[in-house]
């Protein structure tokens, strides 16, 4: 039995870097660079340059450049995605390229492996060597398939790569009876506790998965090679645990899978909006309920974009006043105010919105269903987003009929009686200006002592 006799540390990497020095094949060793935001593979740095590869390359030892700065067409002949094949895949390979080198096309001869995290590769110029015909044709056809494998390689990892980490539900179903041939990660996610096998049909892995239609559409795809599509569709899922069902909403699509130009099976692909489509049924009860509010307040509720044009009017006002609520512009709403009130009201209104503050108008009329005008009150408030912008102002207005005709009939009845009293008072002072003169004539006719009795029932 032979023995391999030891070699020291340093005599090893001595005789090393001599065969380095030595040998007529250029080696390098590159380190991959990737972008910081997406990781993804963007460049390769050299790292070592033996003499053989600084000659052929026309690089240093250790060169501050880049693999693309320095060879740019290193993606259009295929060499940048050999290496990336290389280095996702752990498979070493061997590559032949044309490369215009000091303004000739030179063939290249490349093996790459993996090292570390980088790449170790070796590159002969072939040019050197003669080659018959044959050979050239061999070479160049297996330089053609090993960059069409590298490309195809790169596209499955990256494909592997995206299924895995969408959040999208992938499957695909093949044959007639839709027997499960794949299915991602978030496809699995949706069933937690249920095994999945592969090869089995899906009405028999799902049997209590309730989707109206389900099958027959997959069925329609599967013969006819049209695809099908669906917006937040329910699927009703049972759930472990004696759990009561849930349901989920998808948007999806049903798509012909095709092998060799036939179609094999249905590709699934699905989004589930489960948590948008509950969000959107809340706000669409509590607009119900608003809307709901609004129509039936015993006040008038309106908005106007920041211009002071309506945008809205509630339920409310159209009832009471008869008109329609189809009309085609909101402001036809002023027409019911009372002609003689409209240019003051309107004329205060235009101020407050150029003004862009609250308002509270004068009592003016509006004009109810059955003709008669009725005295009202409006006030409005600006609204602003939170950068300050006016987006348009909120409005009431509330129908004070009964209390301007109070106040009216109070005014009247003050009138009334301030005339009373004015006319009590002058009717009643002449006779009691009479009766004074008699009482004084009297009082001189009369002896004293009855003078005196007289003059103490005169008025002061």
Known sequence: MFRTPSVPPQ???????????????????????????????????????NPAGQRLLGLTQQP??????????????????????????????????????????????????CHGPGLAVSLIDT???????????????????????SEAQHQRASLERFLSQTQATVCILRGPTHRLDY?????????????????????????????????????????????????????????PDGQPPRTHYFTFSYDAYLEGGQIAGVSIFAYDVTEQVRAGQQAAQVAAELQLLTANVPVFLFRTDAAGHLTYVNGALFAWSGLSPLLPNL???????????????????????????????????????????????????????????????????????????????????????DTFIYTASHELKTPLTNMEGLLHALQEELPPPAARRVSSCRPC
């Open 183 to 239: 299915c991602n990660p978030a496809y699995r996610r949706l069933f937690p506790q249920r095994l999945l096998p592969l090869g089995r049909p899906l009405p028999e892995i799902h049997p209590d998965v309730n989707a109206p239609g389900l099958l027959a559409r997959l069925d329609h795809v599967y013969h006819t090679g049209k695809s099908y599509g669906g917006v937040e569709q329910p699927l009703t899922i049972a759930q």
């Open 331 to 417: 402001d036809e709403v002023w027409n019911t105010v009372h002609p003689e009130d409209a240019l003051a009201l309107t004329a205060a209104f235009a101020a407050a919105v150029l003004a862009r503050q609250p308002w509270e108008s004068p009592v003016y009329r509006i004009r109810r269903r059955d003709g008669e005008y009725r005295w009202s009150l409006t006030r409005i408030q600006p609204l602003f987003q939170a950068d300050g912008q006016l987006t348009g102002y909120s409005g009431v207005n509330v129908e004070i009929h009964d209390q301007v005709e109070l106040q009216r009939q109070l005014a009247r009845v003050n009138a009334d009686l």
């Open 127 to 149: 040019a050197a060597h003669a080659q018959a015909p044959v050979e050239v044709a061999l070479r160049a056809s297996q330089a053609r398939e090993q960059l069409a494998q």
């Open 11 to 49: 005599l090893a990497i001595d005789e090393l870097q001599a065969l380095l020095d030595v040998s007529l094949t250029a080696l390098t060793l590159l380190r991959p660079l990737y972008c910081p935001q997406s990781q993804e593979l963007t460049d390769f740095a050299f790292d070592y340059l």
């Open 64 to 113: 501050t450049t880049t693999l693309l700065a320095s060879f740019p067409r290193a993606h259009d002949t295929g060499v940048f995605a050999f290496y990336r094949g290389v280095l996702e895949t752990g498979q070493a390979g061997r590559f032949e390229v044309t490369y215009l080198h000091e303004g000739v096309d030179t063939p290249f001869y490349v093996a790459a492996r």
